[in-house]
């Protein structure tokens, strides 16, 4: 059996191995522990601990992480990510609109990829050259017509922190 001292201080170490701090964990969902009879108050568990590192993660930032050959998609719109600089990541737009040429702002060059068929998307890779904020963005019009098109251009706009490796 963990002690509920033992199991306050791993979470406290997980918490902190993410870059949050003790006080972070007061702001995620409780921990379902119940106290050891006789017990002293060092002993008893806090009523506000986390109860994973992904849970305190998500409470710590905004934004998604992306690992290594990561695909972004129009449903990502609005979103913000974290990379880290030599990861690959691609950027599929689907054919159902007609995309602008996405357009970005930061140190990362598009890389058209190329299809014998058509996947039903068009994509490319991002070059990131270097660590910092990139923002895409692009304008879909609906390739489309009749009762059951939808007739309003869609925005795409998403943003990637690039952290060194």
Do not use: H
Not at 134 to 152: K, L, R
């Amino acid at each position: 059996m963990v002690r509920p001292r033992r199991t306050l201080a791993a979470i406290f170490i997980a918490v902190a191995a993410c870059g949050g701090s003790a006080e972070d964990a007061d702001t995620v969902a409780p921990a379902t522990t119940t106290a050891t009879p006789g017990a002293t108050t060092a002993d008893a568990p806090t009523s506000n601990t986390a109860t994973s590192t992904t849970a305190s993660t998500s409470v710590m930032t905004d934004a998604t992480p992306l690992p290594d050959r990561s695909t972004i998609t129009q449903e990502d719109t609005g979103k913000r990510f974290t990379t880290t600089l030599g990861n690959r990541v691609e950027l599929q737009l689907s054919s159902d609109y007609l995309w602008t040429r996405p357009q970005v702002e930061g140190s990362v060059e598009l890389v058209d990829i190329n299809f014998i068929t058509d996947p039903g998307f068009t994509a490319w890779e991002l070059l990131i050259k270097e660590p910092g904020e990139i923002t895409i963005t692009a304008i879909g019009t609906p390739n489309c017509d009749g009762d059951y098109c939808d007739p309003q251009d869609r925005d795409f706009e998403v943003s990637i922190v690039v952290e060194a490796p």
